[in-house]
């Protein structure tokens, strides 16, 4: 079953993030890079968009693919070499097709020759050159190391995370329904709170989220008719955490008399943020339910799925097989 709808106040805020190719230079440091620029100052306000790194091989080739102008292209000893076999004229040619692909700039290694022709089409499509001593395979990995950093998808949203055996649990629901008192119960069991009321997710690579809380409240928390509270010097530091990844989705709802709900745990619900997909529990709030306590085993459980064993189904299949030999 799919649950990818996400209410309002749930989710807040997914912005597309890009990096200018200036702001790509002054990083050079921190990805352990001497990039230099060589021609193109008046393109470094050019936009990265995407930390995937193309090459320029195929394209001088006459490929009929397509460039991403958002994008950082490699010219390596593979281009260098293609381009000193062409003569001329063929060589001005591959290099002048590449002005259709406005790309946002162009990285040399190992501190390569710069063809004359590919200054000329920097110089005239303001596309900046940027060099540095490091061989092609090296820059490829720094450079999508940072930029899958710098570029991760994020956005905000409204709940709780909690780290419970190692796990990170979000937390969410509407307003009001007991999300911070449900998380202080927990601190108070020995788990540890990353982040109150506001969750910043961040996506990496393909299939895995980590949340944190904000900057200004962090390791705080509000809880009604207590005001804002600081849970580390309270509990001590560890009772609180920085960074977690999230491992499944807990849902509080008010119980509905009418509604149906889940008796064995049999199906499994996801839901979906920034593209991943995640295990989703619906726990319905009611008085006398400790929601806390089902939150924890909920974890528990969890922790039993991800080593391929699943209560329900071990019992399902448990009462199929007496009831078989009871016909038999």
């Known amino acids: 079953m799919e649950d990818n709808q996400v209410s309002n106040q749930e989710s807040d805020r997914h912005e597309a993030k890009t990096i200018t190719v200036k702001e790509f230079l002054s990083a050079s440091p921190a990805m352990d890079l001497d990039l230099e620029i060589v021609q193109g100052r008046d393109g470094l306000d050019k936009l990265i968009r995407s930390p995937r790194i193309q090459k320029l091989g195929l394209m001088l080739a006459s490929f009929t693919g397509t460039l991403d102008p958002g994008r950082v ?32 700039c162009v990285v040399v290694t190992k501190q390569l020759e710069i063809p004359q022709e590919l200054l000329d089409l920097s110089e005239e499509a303001k596309i900046p050159i940027l060099r540095c001593s490091a061989v092609s395979s090296v820059v490829i990995s720094k450079i999508t190391e940072y930029l899958e950093r710098r570029l991760a998808s994020e956005m905000t949203i409204h709940g709780v995370l909690i780290e419970i055996f190692g796990l990170g649990v979000l937390v969410l629901g509407p307003s009001g329904i007991g999300k911070s008192e449900c998380a202080l119960e927990l601190v108070l069991k020995g788990h540890r709170l990353v982040a109150d009321d506001y ?44 960074s977690q990844n999230i491992d499944f989705v807990v849902r509080l709802e008010r119980w509905k008399p009418d509604s149906e709900y889940d008796r064995l745990g049999v199906e499994q619900s996801t839901i979906e943020f920034l593209g991943v997909s995640l295990p989703i529990i619906n726990i319905p709030v009611a008085p006398g339910r400790n929601v806390a306590m089902l939150i924890e085993v909920a974890a528990r459980i969890q922790l039993l799925r991800h080593r391929g064993y699943q209560s329900s189904t071990e019992d399902l299949f448990k009462k199929d097989a007496q009831q078989s030999d009871k016909t038999v």
């Open 199 to 242: 969750v910043q997710l961040t996506r990496h690579g393909m299939n895995q989220l980590s949340g944190e809380g904000g900057k200004i409240l962090r390791h705080h928390m509000e809880l009604r008719g207590l005001g804002i509270i600081n849970i580390k010097e309270l509990f001590g530091i560890s009772a609180t955490g920085a």
């Open 73 to 104: 292209v490699i010219f390596g000893n593979s281009e260098l070499n293609y381009l000193k076999i062409l003569d001329t004229d063929a060589r001005k040619t591959a290099i002048q097709q590449l002005k259709k692909y406005s790309m946002c």
